[in-house]
């Protein structure tokens, strides 16, 4: 005889059940009705007892149910409820029961338990896909063996991949999850195999958006104001934007058709019905009807509640006038646009001057006439402070190195551009995950008009290895390099801070080696960005050394007997302005490189046993608001200028270089080689240039993480004095990847896409180059781990070798795709496939596709 306990679990009819339990009792044993457990009754436990198909041991269930021996209970009561409750909540059992078993007169009751476990899952099948998607689907669903297959298990397995693939346009997806118990099993514990058919038929294109209703925009314009659900279209500029249909893709965009109308003053539009008509078992057709209304202007506007700002202000701000076409999109935007947080509007006006607990709220007041007269209500609040600021996350970065980016201080004035610009310079250190920099507001309070904010950062790889080899130039070539970018100098002597170097200070270190039997580099810097630690004041410095030696025809090996030496040294410090805006930098180095010949004849070089010097000064000024990542910005610009500069030594040596010139251009070129090495000896001993550059980046996000690059690039190198001329160092050599094997003689090497390498410059390089590019970005991924992005590009640009050859529109022209991989231990890696549309300089003939890899360059 037993009485089930957690009637409130099961559906049970109670009532009934009373009566079979009492008729038994009568016909049975003759006990009186009374004597059976009814809803209410209370007892005392007597004994636990756990039965049923289960491999847990019984005192564990018993604890974990918290029913004791000798407590009082209720049929019905909460303790039964919550001992069923605890138990399905362990997800470990696939029914629970409980009885009141073995009634005695004294109210003392047993406590059945029965119950059955949950069978784990065996093995898994899936068809329908490719083998390749099985495991991601194992790993999305979590189908790993052991797991317990609840029937909430199935059913989010079956509707996840359901959604999935009809968000991909297989509309008539069907996904049947089957499990079959495992027989004959040598383990106790209840298994099952799971079976996931996936039948995706036919990838579903809309054939046709039409409207009906709609006589003041055109079907064309609503098409064009969806901006995720598009028709079939052949136009090349659909690439991005498949016909696909996805029903909360669909949902949004019904949404931007009203937005549409609402642009257009058509306050009221409305979409009244919907239909999705299956063509065939390939396409779709969508048809929307939509009451456009009556079409609305601006009328007066007032502000109400504004005692910081006045109304004059305010409605400069707003830029909306009376009589213009009601627009509630962009009235809307104007009031706090949240597509952009650093955006130029009222609520940003209130934000980024303390009012962080303002509101501002546009109320129609009047409609009369189809002219909407509006209240800008405005409730200031009062100015709120910055109490605390505290940083999470940094395990490597000191504290001081993120604190001094920080522009949000405690005890001044809250301001939400300073979160934004804070976030934006993190992201740029570098250090740190730019995707997860997330600034948590906390205890803000306004009554006394203070706040806490909490900045979050994630550590990410910031030092890169560069280990590479292979053949160019006639030869192996191998590459070591080391970049340390968060570098602590002060840790140099700790032991126990090589984690596996001194790290956290922000600092910079860089050692490059690279050497073939032809060449051999090496070079070191180090740069300390806040010198001092109290302004950023950067203070770099660099030491390189090269060796060149020249190809022997006979051995076809490197010469070493003919060589060409480059000792270089840099110190360099910049600084952050004030005006016109704290994102400029004005910097300054002073630089010496010491060129050293011995048997070095070629045509550069005449003077093939000698020496040149080159002292010089450069002075710049950059401006880079690049936000938020740098390896894939979203938004702004970054620019540059910069002119260096030598002495104008032919003032004061004495020299007369018309002279020498004069002199040189009588000379034979082979007969009297040593006079004219001798000749370019002396205008060469201490070179004497200047050279100017300028080069701007902007970025633009054109749709979704769809950002849009221009980019223009001038350099020219010139000479104070016509008859010494323009230096055989320092110059421009243009096409191709960008990458220079060496630095031989200060020259700069110029990436154009679609060209060989160096091929639009003559041999020794130009003295004048102008650059134009356009690329178009889309990230693949922008994860901590690696992040990728392809992209398209147009470029365009010349090298000359005279200004009176110059022509900025007279360029050499390509286009082509590529791909870019971030790693933190390597750098940027890529490829980039170009086609030329013009042909090198001096021939006719067009050439193919380039492949050029990229390799550390991040742009």
Sequence with gaps: ??????????????????????????????????????????????????????????????TYSRLKKDQEVTVGGDKIGEAVKKLWTSNLFSSIDIYFINITDDNKVDIEINLSDLPELNEVRIDGVKKGKKDEIIDENNLKPRVKVTE????????????????????????????????????????????????????????????????????????????????????????????KYVEEDYKE????????????????????????????????????????????????????GNTVYNDEFLSQILRIEEGDTYNGVELKKRIANEEKPDGIDITNVYQNTGYMFSSINPVEVSADGNVIDLEIRITEGKPAYFNSVSVKGNDV???????????????????RANIIRTIRELGQLGFFNAQAIVPDIKNPNPVDGTLDIEYTVEEQGSSQIELQGGYGGGGFIGTLGLSFNNFSLRNIFKGEAYTPVPRGDG????????????????????????????????????????????????????????????????????????????????????????????????????????????????????????????IYP??????????????????????????????????????????????????????????????????????????????????????????????????????????????????????????????????????????????????ITLGQGAKIYALTFMEAGSSVNSFRDFDPFNLQRSAGLGIRIFMPAFGLLGIDFGKPFDPLPGQNQIGGWETHFIIGQQF
């Design 634 to 779: 979203t938004g702004g610009s970054n620019f540059s200028a910069s002119a260096k500069l030598t002495f104008p030594y032919s003032l004061v040596n004495g020299v007369d270089y018309a002279a020498l010139k004069q002199e040189r251009d009588s000379l034979d070129p082979v007969a009297d080689i040593e006079r004219i090495g001798e000749i370019d000896q002396e205008r060469f001993k201490w070179l004497e240039f200047y050279k100017v550059k300028f080069k701007a980046d902007w970025y633009a996000e054109v749709a979704k993480k769809l950002v849009l690059r221009p980019s223009v690039e001038f350099g020219f190198l010139g000479a104070y004095n016509n008859d010494r001329g323009v230096i055989p160092f320092e110059r421009f050599f243009l096409g191709g990847d960008g990458l220079g094997n060496f630095a031989l003689d200060g020259r700069e090497v110029i990436q154009l896409r679609g060209y060989p390498n160096q091929s639009l410059s003559s041999q020794d390089g130009g003295s004048i180059y102008n650059k134009f590019s356009l690329e178009l970005r889309y990230p």
């Design 152 to 243: 909430n298990l199935v059913t989010t397995t079956k509707n996840y991949l359901t959604n999935k693939y009809k968000k991909k346009g297989f509309l008539n997806t069907k996904v049947n999850v089957i499990t079959s118990e495992v027989k004959n099993d040598s383990i106790e514990k209840k298994r099952v195999n799971i079976l996931v058919s996936i039948d995706k038929g036919n990838k579903v294109k809309i054939k046709s958006i039409k409207f009906n209703g709609n006589d003041k925009l055109s079907d064309k314009k609503l098409r064009k104001a969806m901006k995720n659900t598009k028709q079939k279209s052949i136009s090349p500029l659909r690439l991005l934007k498949r016909s």
């Design 253 to 304: 965009d019904l949404l931007s058709i009203i937005d549409k109308y609402k642009e257009n003053g058509f306050r009221d539009a409305r979409v009244i019905k919907d239909s999705l008509i299956y063509v065939d078992d390939k396409t779709i057709s969508l048809l929307v009807d939509v009451e456009e209304g009556e079409e609305y202007t601006f009328g007066k506007i007032d502000f109400v």
């Design 507 to 630: 600092q910079s270190m860089a050692l490059r080696l690279q050497a073939s039997q032809f060449f051999q580099t090496y070079s070191l810097s180090f740069s300390e960005p806040w010198l001092g630690g109290k302004k950023p004041f950067q203070l770099s410095t660099s030491l390189s050394h090269s060796r060149q030696f020249l190809f022997d025809p006979v051995s076809r090996r490197a010469d070493k007997t003919r060589r060409f030496n480059i000792t270089g040294l840099t110190f360099g410090i910049s600084t952050r302005l004030k005006e016109p805006d704290d994102y400029f930098l004005f910097s300054q180095a002073i630089s010496y490189q010491h060129y050293d010949l011995q048997n070095y004849n070629t045509g550069l070089f005449t003077f093939g046993n000698g020496s040149s010097n080159n002292l010089s000064y450069t002075i710049g000024l950059t401006r880079n608001n690049t936000y938020n990542d740098p």
């Design 397 to 415: 970065t000191n504290d001081h190195v993120i604190y001094r980016e920080i522009r949000t201080r405690p005890g001044e004035l809250y301001s």
């Design 1 to 62: 005889m037993e009485k089930q306990a957690n009637s409130l679990f099961k559906s049970i009819n109670l009532k009934a059940l009373k009566k079979f339990y009492a008729l038994a009792l009568l016909i049975t044993i003759g006990f009186p009705l009374n004597s059976f457990a009814q809803s209410g009754d209370k007892y005392i436990i007597n004994d636990i007892i756990v039965t049923g198909n289960t491999s847990f041991n019984a005192s564990t269930i018993i």
